[in-house]
């Protein structure tokens, strides 16, 4: 075996993840268009599963990252859809401004919701986190004349695409519009998450005394990780505002958060791979066996997500990764 | 002496108990200190105290001049007083060179960039690869914390901390939970510790605190009842009651 030269094994790691990376990332682009090709009477399904998925992946760099445990992320996505949904009424039909509108949302109520969450720790933390999203399910029930009340708001009409596309009644492109968005997201995540800010990120979830030991205060990068967190959260609400072009009050609700949650155990806690899997999973499942049996479908995703966590305990991501070990691990052994 | 470390009358009570009472000690540049004492005497309520983890209830701090005591934390580890854990805190699923290059990042400021890559820092890496090599931790360098001895984490602690270039450095027990066996790495490390660097080591492990240590403090009952070599402190009288407590009375 031939010892490779410090300098150079230290190049070729981050090229190798890079590399891993770009691959992965051609791999969600990929499944993405095979979506739009295999399931053409489904893709307004598709879209909201990307809607969803932005919402996980949110919640992803929370409890997965930071170890902030959640069940009010659809304050996030509420907000970011609410926001969306009135400014295209009042006339701002752009579609990219409206998803920034619903960023910038997602963005400041990130930072409320930080800046009360972050003030408890554990459990008292996750309650704060619950009240936060019935108080703004309560505040846009409330809200009739802006919000539409439980009706919801409706009968947004966004501008076509680049001036040329079209939001068509079958809904294309608002899937491959939304497939841009997550792809764009998925990356700049990537980057994120691989940054220093990220890796600081982690090492709270680790340990935050040895990060103070490090001379790093905590809760201004939880703080920003909120605000990130509430962008993503908020544009996949904007998404789902402009491609079903409804917003209801469901968007901005416990169950919505519960749910999210749900799907980021499934699909893996602390890798964006993970994020996404769980909520195609969950959403296929609950949409495959909702039509199948409308009355048990509920104790089927009970079941199957009491499975994950006793046979898969790092959800479908981890698994994944472990076979992929094992195989690698097969295929070097047999190598000479 | 031109102190760079300075505790001053330093009092501490929870309720009636005064767990450190009018504790002085101040160390020039350079100088090798060694708090001892015997269980209960107040040590980590000391390390607490200088290190901004509980407030005091009297007396100050002074870090190269600067009164530090209304500072957390946080902030007085970017001024300069660095410390090092008692049980080794890390984080398990980083390796040590992951630890050293945000250490490294940290002092120079750039700790929570996000418009950076972690991995692709050519001149932080090359400073960590620096560090692990002189603690002898490069073999491991990318493995898990997890997966590494624990005398393996020891030196790492070591490593971090020199990687934030403090002015004062604490070791709280750096070679608590270690095989005997391995005691000599941790001294090793030690003796590679700048020699600019002042240094305050609270240890229960006599032979390592008399090699260490050029001046030895005691602290026994939340005061200190000894200042002086290292020579000296076994024939003290006032150190072998406090250690010895009923026995010494026993046998006399």
Redesign the interface.
């Known amino acids: 075996m031939t010892r490779q030269a410090?300098d150079s094994a230290?190049a070729a790691?981050?090229m190798r993840?890079l590399g891993r990376d770009s691959v992965g990332v051609a791999l969600v682009a990929i499944a993405g268009l095979a979506g739009y090709w295999l399931f053409p009477d489904n893709l307004s399904f598709l879209t909201r599963m990307i809607s969803v998925a932005l919402l996980v992946l949110s919640l992803d760099l929370v409890v997965g990252y930071c170890g902030i445990a959640s069940l009010g992320q659809a304050a996030l996505y509420g907000a970011g859809a609410y926001a969306a949904g009135i400014a295209c009424l009042a006339g701002v039909t752009e579609p990219f401004l409206l998803i920034l509108i619903g960023a910038a949302a997602g963005g400041v109520t990130g930072l409320l919701m930080g800046t009360i969450m972050l003030r408890a720790h554990g459990l008292p933390q996750l309650v704060l986190s619950i009240a936060i999203v019935q108080l703004l399910h309560e505040a846009a029930n409330k809200a009739y004349s802006v919000t539409g009340g439980s009706d919801g708001l409706s009968g947004m009409a966004p501008a076509p695409l680049f001036g040329i596309f079209e939001f068509d009644l079958w809904g294309r492109t608002a899937y491959l519009f939304g497939l841009a968005l997550l792809v764009i997201v998925f990356v700049a995540l990537k980057?994120?998450v691989?940054?220093?800010?990220?890796?600081?990120c982690?090492?709270l979830k680790?340990?935050p005394?040895?990060v103070?030991?490090?001379?790093?205060?905590a809760f201004?990068?939880l703080l920003?990780m909120f605000l990130i967190s509430g962008a993503v959260a908020g544009t996949g609400g904007a998404l789902g505002a402009i491609a079903t072009q409804v917003v209801g009050l469901d968007s901005v609700s416990f169950e919505l958060s519960a749910n999210a949650l749900v799907m980021l155990v499934l699909g893996g806690l602390g890798n964006l791979y993970g994020a996404l899997i769980g909520t195609v999973v969950f959403m296929a499942v609950e949409h495959i066996v909702a039509a199948f049996n409308p009355f048990h479908w509920l104790t089927l995703v009970g079941g199957l997500l009491v499975a994950i966590v006793l046979f898969a305990p790092r959800g479908l991501s981890g698994s994944i990764d472990e076979a992929a070990r094992i195989l690698m691990r097969g295929k070097r052994r047999t190598a000479p | 002496m031109n102190a760079v470390f300075e505790v001053a009358h330093l009092s501490k009570s929870f309720g009636g108990l005064r767990v450190n009472h009018d504790v002085s000690i101040a160390m020039a540049a350079g100088e090798r200190l060694a708090l001892i004492g015997p269980n209960g005497a107040g040590k980590t309520t000391f390390v607490n105290l200088v290190t901004g983890r509980i407030p005091p209830s009297a007396g100050s701090v002074r870090l190269a001049g600067e009164d530090i005591t209304s500072l957390g934390?946080?902030a007085r580890?970017?001024r300069g007083l660095?410390?090092t854990?008692q049980v080794t805190?890390?984080?398990?699923?980083?390796t040590p060179e992951?630890h050293v290059v945000?250490?490294i990042?940290?002092?120079q400021g750039?700790?929570?960039?996000?418009?950076?890559?972690?991995?692709?820092d050519?001149a932080a890496?090359d400073e960590a690869?620096g560090i692990l090599a002189t603690l002898s931790l490069t073999a491991i360098a990318?493995r898990k914390v997890a997966e590494i001895a624990y005398g393996q984490q020891r030196l790492l602690e070591i490593a971090?901390a020199m990687a934030?270039r403090p002015k004062v450095l604490l070791l709280d027990e750096p070679a608590a939970g270690v095989p005997s066996s391995d005691t000599p790495l941790i001294e090793r490390a030690l003796e590679r510790l700048p020699a600019s660097l002042a240094v305050l080591m609270i240890e229960h492990d006599m032979d390592l605190v008399f090699r260490f240590a050029k001046r030895v403090v005691v602290l026994a009952a939340g005061e200190l009842i000894f200042q002086g070599l290292p020579a000296d402190v076994a024939r003290d009288d006032r150190v072998r009651e406090a250690y010895l407590g009923s026995y010494a009375h026993a046998g006399g």
Not at chain 2, 89 to 94: A, Q
Not at chain 2, 110 to 120: D, E, N, P, Q, V
């Open positions: 410090p230290a790691r981050p993840s980057l994120l691989r940054s220093p800010f990220g890796m600081v982690r090492g680790q340990d005394l040895r103070s030991a490090l001379g790093i205060s201004p990068v920003r | 934390a946080v580890v970017r660095v410390r854990f805190r890390l984080f398990p699923d980083m992951e945000m250490a990042l940290q002092r750039r700790a929570t960039r996000i418009l950076a890559r972690f991995h692709g050519g890496s690869a990318r971090i934030q």
